[in-house]
């Protein structure tokens, strides 16, 4: 139970990351940083001067576990995370049964510790089923250890349901995560409004219809007080209107996934189903400005937005394909590839979106950041080293990806979690 980190270059903490520091875990938690650290007894793994992190914290990742285990279990997302970096991953309430009572959250939690190397923690569905219409068991949830309320990517149609959601979740100090989308506007769509949508043949969603539930969502939480949180934010009006609320001093946060500052909805142009998913990919306007808003703090977290599906139900026409992407094994390389490679931010802007801020926002006390006396969720990181996208040889069950064959850098080495050290 005693480990010592050997040359490690750390970064995104007070410690000099120029020079190579020593990390000594002892029964999972980290007991010292420092120079040169000897202790008797220890086995010692000497790390290179690789970079040093946190463990990245999830904070949008569907499990389907219980229930559709045939397309991803709590073992294979477990596996997956690791390869990615994830200590710590979240677990969306929309599995079968729904996480709508303790019980459920009972058993991902018991199973998680009997299945699972990495930490999980589910969030409990603000309404029964998610079906946006009788108020959950949210405190019997939390007392089972929630960290948050969502109804998963359903959409939440009542603004006086929500409202009543989120006074009752000021009791708990729960952030209420929401999917915006309002389903009377995206209606049959399959692909972002827009030109390319009309020289496919294919109905679009309009922005307006993420825009306008941001809006509604905003000032709900303006009004209660409530903690809100924007899942998968993707566009260009959807981050000015959360940049004017912040600056009214809403308790606002929102998060986006790598997909949506990277490619546009020319990936589906010859109907590639591996691109299709929800939010859809939206314009060059829009990636810009998710780009600007992670730049200027808009946008606090980065998520996987991992969401598997069946491969066969990937295999079919555009319109009737599944949505979904595979994405914890890619989100940490693809964003610093294409955010820390090309300028945008520095990799430690990248670190405190990935592991800071959501230890902060989900409470997570002692994980996100390298202390002493926080648990050792560790990640060892080559950032030199080039290597490609393989779905292939994914953990995951969800074997594709739209960045198949992508050069990406930012490699994992070694995970630790919870002072073992896993990979």
């Known amino acids: 139970m005693k480990t010592i980190l050997k040359n490690c270059r750390i970064l995104a903490t007070s410690h000099d990351k120029e020079l190579l520091h020593d990390i000594y875990v002892e029964n999972g938690i980290i007991e010292k940083i420092g120079l040169n650290i000897e202790v008797e007894g220890a086995k010692v793994l000497n790390v290179g001067g690789h970079a040093v992190l946190p463990g990245l914290i999830d904070m949008h990742c569907n499990i389907c576990d219980p229930g559709q285990e045939y397309i991803e279990d709590i073992a294979t997302v477990s596996r997956a995370a690791l390869r990615g970096g994830f200590t710590t991953i979240t677990c969306e309430p929309n599995t079968s049964p729904v996480i709508d009572n303790k019980t459920v959250v009972e ?36 007392d089972a250890g929630i960290v948050g309320i969502s109804d998963g990517d359903e959409f939440t149609d009542s603004a006086s349901f929500l409202r009543n959601i989120m006074i009752y979740a000021k009791m708990f100090d729960l952030p209420v995560i929401t999917h915006c989308e309002d389903r009377g506007l995206s209606g049959k769509g399959v692909m972002n409004e827009g030109y390319t949508a009309a020289c496919l043949g294919l109905t679009g969603m ?72 929800n939010p859809p990919l939206r314009t060059k306007e829009d990636v810009f400005a998710i780009i600007e808003g992670i730049v200027d703090g808009t946008i606090d977290v980065i998520a996987s937005g991992h969401s598997p599906t069946n491969r066969t139900e990937k295999e079919k026409e555009f319109d009737t394909a599944a949505y979904g992407i595979s994405s914890l094994e890619t989100a940490f390389a693809l964003s610093y590839t294409h955010l820390v490679e090309k300028g945008f931010i520095t ?43 393989d779905p292939e040889h994914f953990a995951s069950k969800a074997k594709f990806s739209p960045f198949a064959d992508e050069e990406v850098r930012g490699k994992v080495l070694y995970t630790m979690v919870g002072g073992k050290l896993l990979t």
């Open 206 to 277: 309009p922005r307006d219809a993420e825009e306008v539930i941001v809006a509604r969502n905003l000032i709900l939480a303006e009004r209660t007080g409530a903690r809100l949180h924007l899942a998968h934010i993707s566009t260009k009006g959807s981050v000015q209107l959360i940049r004017e609320a912040k600056g009214r001093g809403v308790q606002v946060t929102c998060e986006t996934c790598p997909h949506y500052f990277i490619l546009t909805e020319e990936a589906v142009g010859d109907y590639n189903t591996l691109a299709k998913v």
């Open 347 to 389: 990799v430690e802007k990248l670190i405190h979106m990935m592991a800071v801020k959501p230890a902060e926002i989900l409470k997570l006390y002692n994980k996100g950041m390298l202390a002493e006396g926080n648990d050792a969720d560790i990640i060892v990181v080559d950032f030199m080293e080039t290597h490609r996208v």
């Open 107 to 142: 058993y991902i939690v018991s199973k998680a510790k009997e299945k699972s190397s990495v930490n999980i923690h589910p969030y409990g569905s603000m309404s029964v089923g998610c079906e946006g219409k009788e108020m959950a068991e949210i405190g019997e949830m939390y």
